[in-house]
């Protein structure tokens, strides 16, 4: 079983969407995703507030979409997404703190990092 942790911002260089890519692809080899933990910058995936340019892909939509689509639970670090003033939550974001991802990592044989 795998978690990924995704620290990199949405829009700032390709972590975020090289780590899309690695969640797709394991989900579709049928790979078993504990869980998407959103760790400092990446929080702001997990808001509902992000208005981007037409010609801009929407990557934390596509993420959020990815999860739902695959059952994931996609996780925000809550003091991180506070910090930063993320307010408006994006569904199906669940608030956690580290200690909750920590536990869940006793769960996992791998652990991805972004």
Not at 73 to 80: K, M, S
Not at 103 to 113: A, D, E, G, K, W
């Amino acid at each position: 079983m795998i978690a990924v942790l995704l620290q990199s911002a949405v829009l700032q260089g390709q972590g975020f969407a090289s780590a899309l890519s690695f969640i797709q692809q394991s989900a579709a080899q049928g790979q078993s995703i504990d869980s998407v933990f959103l760790y400092r910058d990446a929080v702001y995936a997990a808001s509902s507030a992000i208005d981007l340019p037409s010609d801009e892909p929407d990557l934390a939509a596509l993420l959020r979409d990815c999860c739902r689509q695959h059952q994931i639970p996609l996780l925000y670090c809550v003091t991180a997404a506070e910090k930063r003033g993320v307010c408006q939550i994006a569904a199906p974001c669940i608030a956690a703190g580290l200690a909750e991802f920590a536990m869940r990592l006793s769960q996992v044989n791998q652990l991805v990092q972004f």
